[in-house]
């Protein structure tokens, strides 16, 4: 794992106090001293700042009347005999407190000083700014404006790489006026025996409480989100991950912590463009939005959309990631362009398919009109036998209108007309309709085995379906030996009604039984292979299936369910 930056670390890491009652304390603490007297003050404030210059913090420490700059220089000595080294570089300034606040004091100017200070220090590689100092020298006239300076240095100090021990000498100031900036403070130290306590205000404590249910909140929040939520610092290092990320990438949350963001990227690159986003970070300014590809753990790279914000804490340069997987929005788009293909393959094959449709009714008017025409040759003719002949001629010519304004009705809205339709009628009309060509040589049966045998389906083209599958088994038996068709109607147990279209021709080659149903896919000399890829899209649109399989007699079975009226109507 990559280490953090120096910087970083530092940001994470405790600061030793020198106080065995407060121990180890963050950045950002802010605590008072409650004393009786001088050697009190001392025995806290000395070893406070001694420990501050040995870690490399820049200190500040302002006395007052009780306790002269000098008389403080001396006791910090004691502990730091290289005390002069750290004065002479400027590590530490121990100023009165006139000198520091002024003859009058103003807290906003105490304010910028504190502010000015620090940032000097982390100019000059400091690692954060220690400093302490005596309400001692405090007019009684100014303390109204102190505690609102208390007030407004403790969320100063509470958002930077500051640590803040204010004193109060119990002679000089009431309970109440105590009690006024307490609240202000994270503890307070008091003398208890030999020792000294730290003990939080009521007040801080309900904040902090506070503060904790809420940032538990704020994590289950993050916690249960389907994004995945990544922190980093301005180069790249992830600092956070939420479970989602965890999820989507496949690593532990201790795989990641320290790791450059990069990782997360087919090309161990940062796939998010952090320098492009804006620099007026909590404005209100807007995310960074863009798709990438992510990288698993098991090297699986998938689509991605990241959006980036930039924050800032502590006067760290942050950058929140906000990652959402794409790979099924990906797959959908896929498969939607691959339905808008498919359907313009279909609308280009529009023009085959009415040329092979029509040619069905017209073969059958050609058929009824000969044998019009052969009746009217004989001597004895039967005026009955031609009307008839001439009506069903003029049944086939509806029909092959019929066909076209259904075919274009598809085309437009993909939807059958559907209406109550008997699979036994639809079935003996369509084989009325290719029978009036002549089944020469053809054995047809029926087997009708369904009770109930409603649909709700488009009539003209279910019939369309039945003519084309009925056709295709007649022709496919022209040089078969044996020259059987077999129609069977029956229900299944899911609610369907089956039809079967069986005959005992050559059968399907393995090796177009995959691509059987894929338009202008034809093993005919002069077919152009889109009435079964037409008849499957409109036995889809009913919502039933068609597929093709062996007849265990030779040849082969031609199948489509579709739902049955009562059955359709319940779902």
């Known amino acids: 794992m990559n280490d953090l930056s120096t910087q970083d670390a ?5 600061r030793k106090t020198g106080l065995s009652a407060v121990g180890d304390a963050p950045w950002g603490t802010h605590f008072c001293l409650l004393y009786d007297t001088a050697p009190e003050l001392l025995e806290t404030v000395a070893p406070y700042l001694a420990h501050g210059l040995a870690a490399n913090e820049f200190c500040v420490w302002i006395t007052s009347e009780s306790l002269r700059a000098v008389e403080a220089e001396a006791a910090l000595r004691e502990l730091v005999p290289e005390l002069d080294g750290y004065l002479a570089s400027g590590q530490i300034e121990i100023v009165d407190f006139d000198d520091w606040y002024g003859e009058r004091f103003d807290p906003d100017r105490a304010l910028e000083k504190v502010a000015g200070k620090l940032v000097t220090a982390l100019d000059r590689g400091f690692d954060g700014m220690r400093v302490t100092a005596s309400t001692f020298s405090l007019a009684r006239d100014d303390w109204a404006d102190f505690v609102r300076y208390e007030a407004a240095i403790d969320r100063i100090v509470g958002s930077k790489r500051i640590l803040a021990l204010c004193t109060y000498p119990l002679e000089k100031w009431s309970m109440s006026e105590i009690f006024d900036v307490i609240a202000t403070h994270d503890f307070a130290l008091t003398k208890e025996g030999d020792g000294w306590k730290a003990s939080k205000s009521f007040s801080r404590q309900r ?10 909140r704020l994590r289950a929040t993050i916690g249960g989100v389907c994004d995945g939520i990544i922190t980093t610092d301005a180069s790249g290092n992830i600092l956070s991950v939420n479970p989602a990320v965890t999820r989507m990438f496949g690593y ?11 990782v997360l990227s087919p090309q161990q690159s940062r796939f998010v463009p952090l320098g492009d986003c804006p620099q007026d970070a909590g404005q209100g300014a807007g995310a960074v939005v863009h798709e ?10 998938f689509p991605l959309e990241c959006a980036v914000t930039e924050t800032v804490d502590r006067d760290q340069r942050l950058f929140v990631i906000v990652v959402r997987d794409l790979t099924e929005r990906v797959e959908t788009e896929a498969r939607m362009r691959k339905l808008r293909a498919d ?4 609308m280009g094959g529009m023009a085959a398919a009415l040329s092979h449709e029509i040619n ?3 073969t059958a008017i050609a058929a009824y009109l000969s044998a019009a025409q052969r009746l009217l040759g004989r001597s004895l003719f039967k005026p009955l036998n031609v009307a008839d002949a001439l009506n069903k001629a003029s049944e086939q010519v509806a029909r092959a209108g019929a066909v076209v304004s259904g075919m274009r009705a598809f085309a437009i809205r993909g939807e059958p007309d559907v209406s109550l339709q008997s699979m036994h009628e639809l079935v003996r009309d369509a084989y009325d309709a290719v029978s009036a060509g002549g089944l020469t040589g053809v054995e047809a049966s029926f087997r009708v085995d369904a009770l109930d045998d409603r649909v709700l389906a488009d009539k003209i083209q279910i019939q369309q379906v039945l003519v084309n599958l009925v056709r295709n088994a007649i022709e496919a038996m022209r040089e078969a030996p044996e020259r059987k068709l077999t129609l069977s109607i029956s229900t299944t147990d899911a609610g369907m009604v089956r039809t079967d279209v069986c005959d005992t021709g050559p059968g399907l080659p393995a090796q177009i039984q995959e691509t059987l149903f894929e338009p202008f896919k034809t093993t005919k000399a002069t077919g152009m292979g889109v009435g079964l890829s037409i008849s499957r899209s409109i036995i889809e649109a009913h919502h039933g299936r068609l597929w093709a399989e062996a007849n265990p007699e030779g040849g082969a079975v031609f199948s489509f ?3 049955l009226a009562d059955a359709k109507g319940a779902a």
């Open 561 to 563: 369910t579709l739902p």
């Open 360 to 362: 069905q009714p017209l």
């Open 207 to 216: 904040i902090e409480q506070g503060l904790r249910e809420s940032e538990a």
């Open 292 to 301: 990438t590809q992510g990288r698993r753990k098991d090297g699986l790279v």
């Open 343 to 346: 359907r313009l393959d279909a």
């Open 10 to 14: 530092v940001q994470e890491l405790p």
């Open 252 to 262: 532990a949350p201790y795989d990641l912590i320290g790791e450059n963001v990069g």
